[in-house]
């Protein structure tokens, strides 16, 4: 129900020299007033950012406070080519130049990344649960665009993604400190508390300290059944607001060991704590609350509403420990990194109207009333996972600029992931009694529990790389690299319950049980990852290059589909779909980086074409309520991205970034009933938007000796349209009920809605458009601001969210209303 507050006005803390979001690089400022030179690790060698013969972005941390970015999908709307498919707090999903096979579920625990993200030298990527990080005390965040195999291996596919944070320094005690207070219009308030501390411990040590907590302000509402009658609710339902809050907590250590000048020791641990009580995610439809039954009271969702019978959310907790070790031994650098992950994610969903909409399926013929009771039996589902990642990589890399600058080195990973999946009916047993059907699943006295599922998975990953760099002359450079991989998978699989098991025997009673089912799996392979790269250097200030590279996306195991709840069609096109193989992209580009105007003005730009075999498409097999992974054999995706950034003058600064592709299959995939699920020749990659952009304008107003600055800061950000799921873009797929298309879904007439009903909406996503606009006061010490973002309260949806094939829920993911705010910060 949309409701507005008297929002509290704000300070945020930033500085307007530089840009939130364009590339700020980059030659030494032999002028006053020219860009700064901006230092990355891209190629894992410290290089200036306009001399990596690929393209690359950077964003610092005074330009992501300035941007007003507070997590990964703020950032990506901010970079040209990256785009994130944002699940919700803990669960976005990257893609970078329109390269993503769907939508992950959270019930897809063998789904590999396309995009790598990494936090300094460590993998942390997870296909859906990658670590939502608080943006606190980096350095830099990077975006690598295109395919990072060689140097980077599984996993960067379509590119990488690296948190950079601020290193302890010897020598020098430093603290960092600020904070925010935040309303949210239809919402609550949020705000957070962040400290960094650097301290030396003697001469040769340093150690640094970073401590956070982060309130997520809740704004979405829950209509609620068993509540008295509201103004704007019906009798027998309740309305709970802001029910999508959640805490972010975490701390960093990192110590820094010199005992000589050529070894240098860094070891970290790192923890953070994710809590949410909900999903920011507005119904369309749900068969347990809507406007169109008639034995059942009518329920109208309003904006920035879901109807929700039980709690839900999730916990995220991770914990990741790492050791970084350098050894110079003049001619070369000797590099170890050692780093284990421990992940435990539990995500708790309200599949009420899930599991209803199958007991009426099932119980509700023609001597069951169309509102039986049965249907709104409260169903919590649990997804839990446990996730242990060991890695190791050493490498050995020639120091300073040689006529020919090499890197080798190897890799080994060792993941272990423990995944389930139950769902607990009270009451359920009770109904496949009555109605005499098998109970649902009761081993070890778990009773009531139409779906159990436990997964165990052991992937083992080899890999040897290298890469060098021949300068021929001082304008022309040739770069070769190549990466061979093998890995393994294992998968252990235990399933059960009416949902899912194959072997419910007909009757009643504890003597038929739908029993445990065992179903092991393996798959495993090898392949290379190769680069080249050509640079050229016409002027001091211009570098022409052009490169083609392969990446990979490694292979896995389906579960087995529910059988029991799918269609006899739904039988046919999803069943048989056992592996799939190793997604493989072949990158071919050509760009130019160049500043021009003493510096003052930086233009990048690259066009690209990439094509990929063996597509990795996700598809959700329909009624069955069960995901698959499918191969689509070839896909494509084209495009131009390019960035500017402009320092005129002490007061000024302008920035635009944008990217505009073209991403489809190229090919089909057909079963006996026809095209599978969406797959489609010339059908869109879903999740990336055709075309995205940002500008920027800055603003600075030097003041008199030992006064603050003013500062002021507009930023604008545009996404074009998408798709979530290859199934949407099917004709009819946004239609539930009626005789059209068969791609609509099958209308459940639970509480009286008439047979004839049709319910539609569209499931292209559409374009959005946000500002943000923050000033204030700094001096070099402290900074206050106040920022307002999403000025226009603009409620974007930025995926679809359904349930059973759309017949039992759709609705659609959005982001949060205007938020303003106070920002404030202080160094000593």
């Not at 050791?323 to 001619?331: I, L």
């Not at 060098?468 to 399933?495: C, I, M």
Request: hydrophobic share 35%; with cysteine.
């Amino acid at each position: 129900m949309p409701r507005t507050r008297p929002a509290l006005i704000g300070l945020a803390l930033l500085n307007l020299g530089s840009l939130p979001f364009v590339v700020q690089a980059q030659q030494p400022a032999e002028q006053p007033g020219a860009l700064e030179e901006v230092i990355v690790t891209a190629t894992k060698r410290r290089v200036n950012l306009q001399d990596v013969p690929f393209s690359v972005s950077s964003t610092s941390q005074e330009q992501i406070v300035n941007s007003g970015a507070m997590n990964m999908v703020d950032l990506a709307r901010n970079n040209a080519g990256l785009a994130v498919a944002d699940l919700g707090p803990g669960q976005s999903q990257m893609a970078i130049r329109g390269i993503s096979s769907g939508q992950v579920i959270r019930d897809q625990p063998g789904v590999k990344e396309q995009v790598g993200v990494y936090l300094d030298e460590s993998p942390i990527s997870v296909a859906l649960f990658t670590p939502d990080l608080e943006l606190f005390d980096l350095d830099r965040f990077e975006v690598l665009r295109g395919p990072q195999g060689t140097l980077f291996g599984a996993g960067s596919e379509a590119g990488t993604v690296r948190y950079i944070t601020a290193q302890p320094q010897l020598g020098k005690t430093q603290i960092l400190t600020d904070a925010s207070f935040e309303d949210v219009t239809h919402g609550d308030e949020g705000g957070f508390l962040r400290a960094a501390i650097n301290v030396p411990l003697g001469d040769e040590v340093a150690a640094r300290f970073v401590a956070y907590y982060h309130h997520l302000a809740g704004f979405i509402d829950a209509v609620s059944p068993y509540g008295p009658a509201g103004a704007d609710t019906p009798a027998g339902f309740t309305v709970n607001r802001a029910i999508n809050s959640g805490d972010r907590t975490g701390a960093r250590l990192a110590l820094l060991i010199k005992p000589s000048s050529e070894l240098t020791i860094t070891p970290r641990i790192v923890y953070q704590k994710l809590d949410t009580n909900g999903y920011p995610r507005v119904d369309i439809y749900n068969i347990l609350a809507n406007p169109y039954t008639t034995t059942q009271p009518a329920v109208t969702m309003g904006d920035l509403t879901q109807y929700r019978q039980q709690p839900d959310g999730l916990t995220d907790d991770f914990t990741l420990a790492d050791v970084k070790v350098d050894y110079d031994t003049g001619p070369a650098t000797l590099t170890s990194v050692t780093s284990y992950t421990h992940r435990d994610v539990q995500v708790l969903r309200d599949a009420t109207q899930l599991t209803g909409s199958v007991t009426f399926d099932v119980f509700g013929d023609a001597s069951v009333p169309p509102d039986f009771a049965g249907v709104r039996t409260s169903s919590p589902l649990y997804d839990r996972t446990h996730l242990n990642v060991l890695s190791e990589e050493v490498r050995l890399a020639s120091n300073g600029k040689q006529q020919i600058d090499w890197l080798v080195g190897g890799f080994f990973q060792h993941v272990g992931r423990h995944y389930g999946q139950d769902l607990p009916t009270p009451g359920y047993d009770a109904l496949n009694t009555e109605f005499g059907l098998p109970l649902g699943f009761n081993p070890a006295g778990l009773y009531d529990t139409p779906f159990y599922s436990d997964l165990s998975y052991t992937l083992k990953q080899y890999a040897a790389f290298g890469e060098a760099t021949w300068h021929a002359t001082d304008q022309f450079s040739v770069t070769a690299g190549l990466r061979y991989y093998k890995y393994s998978e294992d998968k252990s699989l235990l399933f059960g319950g009416v949902f899912a098991s194959q072997t419910c025997a007909a009757g009643t009673g504890v003597t038929n049980p739908c029993v445990l089912v065992a179903v092991p799996g393996s798959t495993d392979a090898s392949g290379t990852s190769p680069r080249l790269i050509l640079s050229y250097k016409p002027a001091a200030d211009v570098d022409l290059y052009a490169q083609a590279s392969r990446g990979f996306r490694l292979g896995g195991i389906n579960d087995p589909i529910n059988l029991p709840l799918c269609s006899a069609q739904d039988r046919v096109i999803f069943g048989g779909y056992g592996t799939w193989k190793d997604e493989t992209l072949w990158d071919y580009e050509a760009g130019i980086k160049s500043q021009w105007f003493d510096r003052r003005l930086t233009l990048n730009v690259a066009a690209f074409y990439e094509n990929i075999d063996n597509l990795q498409a996700t598809a959700t097999a329909g009624t069955c309520s069960s995901r698959l992974t499918i191969n689509v054999p070839t896909a494509r995706s084209e495009g131009v991205e390019a960035e500017l950034s402009a320092h005129p003058n002490v007061n000024w600064d302008f920035g635009i970034s944008a990217t505009v592709l073209d991403a489809k299959l190229t090919s089909s995939v057909v079963s006996a009933a026809g095209v599978v699920g969406g797959l489609q020749d010339g059908n869109r990659l879903p999740t990336a938007p055709k075309a995205q952009a940002a500008g920027n304008v800055g603003f600075t107003l030097p003041s008199a000796a030992g006064s603050a600055d003013f500062f002021a800061n507009f930023t604008v950000q545009y996404v074009g349209s998408s798709y979530s799921q290859f199934e949407n873009e099917e004709p009819g797929w946004g239609q539930i009920g009626g005789a059209g298309d068969p791609n609509g879904a099958r209308l459940i007439t639970y509480g009286g809605v008439p047979a004839g009903t049709v319910i539609s909406f569209n499931p292209l996503l559409p374009s959005y458009t946000l500002a943000n606009l923050r000033f204030g006061f700094k001096t070099e010490r402290w900074q206050a601001a106040l920022y307002v973002d999403n000025i226009t309260d603009k409620s974007a949806e930025l995926a679809l969210d359904y349930e059973r094939g759309r017949s039992a829920r759709v609705g659609y993911l959005t982001n949060q209303p205007r938020t303003v705010g106070l920002y404030g910060a202080y160094s000593f």
